[in-house]
Structure formats: C-alpha cells, structure tokens
C-alpha cells in the first residue's frame, strides 16, 4: 500500500491527507495508523460509489460497530433536510463525541457530512474520504462545510476541519469524463494562483493527468493540495487571503449571469 502524506496545520486541529491508491482495503489500519481511535461509525456514501468498494470498507472496518447511510448527491440535495437525516441516526444510534463520522464521496457529500459532524454535540471526529478529483484536490481540505438554501449555494456552514483525509485514486477510475475535468479545472486554478513551475508541468502533462496516468495524477493531486493547505495555514477562516482561491469564480458567475447560465444551473 504505497502512499504519499501531507500534513495540515491549522490553528483548530492538525491532520493528514494520506494520498494512494487501493487504500481502502486497508481504511482501518490507515485510520489506526493516524492515531484516529474509534468504537463506533457512521459512513455516509454517495450512491454512486460501486458496490466492490463499498464492501472493501465494511470489511476493512469490521471491528467496528458501523452503519451506513446513502446520500444522493445533488446540488438539490444539499440541504439541512439531509443534514438533519444524518443527525436523526447518529441521536438515534446513541453516538458520543468520541464516536466517528467518515464521509465517501464528492464535494457534496463531504460538505454535508462535515456540517453534520460539526453540529452533532458541537463536534464528533470527522474523517473524510473524497471520491471526485475536484474534492480530492479542493473542498476536503480546509474545512468549509455546508449546505445550499433557496437564497443560495452553499449559504449555511461552518468551518469544522476533519481529523483525517484520504484521497484514493482508485475512485477516479469510476468517475465520469465531465467530473475529472472538473477537477482539472481546480488544479489548473492552483497553479494559476500560486506556482508557476506547477502550471509548467500541467500545461506538458494535462493529457495524462485527464486519463489518470500513474504518477502524473498523483503528483497533480498533491501538488494542488499543497497549494490549498499552505493557503489554508495561514488564513484559515477566509479572513484576507484564503479569498484568493475564489480565483475565477467572480469572473465564472459574471459569466453565467450575464449568458443567463447561472438559473438555469441552480436548482433552487
Ligand atoms: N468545502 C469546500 O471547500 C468546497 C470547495 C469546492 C467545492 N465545494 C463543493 O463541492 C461540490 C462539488 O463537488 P464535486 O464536484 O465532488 O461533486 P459531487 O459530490 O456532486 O460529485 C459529482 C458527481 O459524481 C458522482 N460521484 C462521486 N464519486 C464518484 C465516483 N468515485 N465514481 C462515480 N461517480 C462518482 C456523484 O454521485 C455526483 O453525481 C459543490 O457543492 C461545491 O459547493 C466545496
């Protein structure tokens, strides 16, 4: 189980993005490993995770007590409706702070997952297995959780880092085209903000990068997460400059307003 470690330092919790392939054979012993100890589990899984995996984790997990829950993730979906689902089984299964919730899959379902890891007795231990490139490289570091309103994206949340990430590349290879390029488009966004060496070697490299290439992606992959972490350190609440990773999202939604795209992709 070859895998690279990148360690975050914030100023509410210090932890690990552990980046590989075919880690979830062996979740629990990486979980042990980052001293993260736990009895009991929710896993709450984005439907669109295939069955092998899904059963690979239960067995890896099998010395814990472990109850899964699946999310369809949808813009639609993320909503505190959902969030409250989430906190009815964690209450109702009698989970303590010292229980876990390990959120599988994309950006939505992270984002609503560590809301609900945030609120439940102000704070259960948060592990976050991201299954897009986009939240591989983007929304599960640094913490920024939530959930949509009909005023908006992503316009109730809270900062609640995670105790622990684990990005396994095995779950691209499931990922449609369109998502993979999304999250090329997070990566290229990082090397524009912060490194020009890297914008280089995506500019060589993008091909290989799109199709998943070994060790083209996986340096891609750590390469941006570096980028967000060492934004991340040094402004962890978006005070001043973690707005710079907003890069392009100004331009993006003058764009779709102007073009009258922006309604037609909110659901809301
Ligand atoms: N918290 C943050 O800092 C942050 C940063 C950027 C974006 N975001 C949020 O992330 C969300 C977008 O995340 P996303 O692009 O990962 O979208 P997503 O979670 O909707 O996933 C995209 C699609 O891929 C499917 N999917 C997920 N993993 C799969 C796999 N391994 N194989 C096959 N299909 C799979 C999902 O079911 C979904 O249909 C947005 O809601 C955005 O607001 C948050």
């Not at 330092?9 to 979740?27: A, D, E």
């Not at 009698?94 to 609503?112: K, M």
């Not at 390469?223 to 005070?239: A, H, M, T």
Request: charged share 25%; with cysteine.
């Amino acid at each position: 189980m070859k895998h690279i470690k990148l360690k975050i330092n914030t100023k509410t919790q210090k932890y690990s993005i552990v980046i590989g392939s075919n880690l979830m054979f062996n979740i629990s012993k990486i979980i042990k490993d980052n001293s993260i100890n736990f009895k009991k589990c929710l896993v709450i899984i984005d439907k669109n995770i295939s069955k092998k995996t899904i059963s690979q984790i239960k067995k890896s997990l099998n010395r814990k007590k472990i109850y899964i829950h699946f999310f369809k993730a949808s813009e639609i979906n993320k909503n505190i409706n959902n969030v409250n689902k989430i906190l009815d089984i964690l209450l109702n299964k009698n989970f303590s702070r010292e229980d876990c919730l390990i959120s599988v899959g994309g950006g939505i379902t992270g984002d609503i997952s560590g809301f609900a890891a945030s609120l439940f007795k102000r704070g259960l231990k948060f592990i976050n297995v991201p299954t897009t490139l986009l939240s591989q490289v983007d929304s599960s570091i640094g913490g920024k959780t939530g959930v949509n309103t009909k005023y908006g994206k992503n316009l109730i949340g809270s900062f609640y880092q995670p105790n622990l990430v684990i990005s396994d590349i095995q779950f691209l290879k499931t990922l449609p085209n369109r998502e993979v390029i999304c999250g090329y488009g997070e990566i290229l966004k990082h090397s524009l903000i912060a490194n020009k060496k890297f914008f280089n070697f995506l500019n060589r490299n993008y091909k290989k990068i799109i199709y998943l290439k070994s060790p083209f992606i996986e340096k891609a992959i750590f390469e941006s997460c570096k980028i967000k972490k060492n934004i991340v350190e040094k402004d962890e609440k978006e005070k001043n400059l973690r707005k710079i990773l907003n890069f392009g999202h100004t331009f993006a939604h003058a764009y779709e307003s102007f073009f009258g795209l922006y309604k037609k992709t909110q659901p809301w």
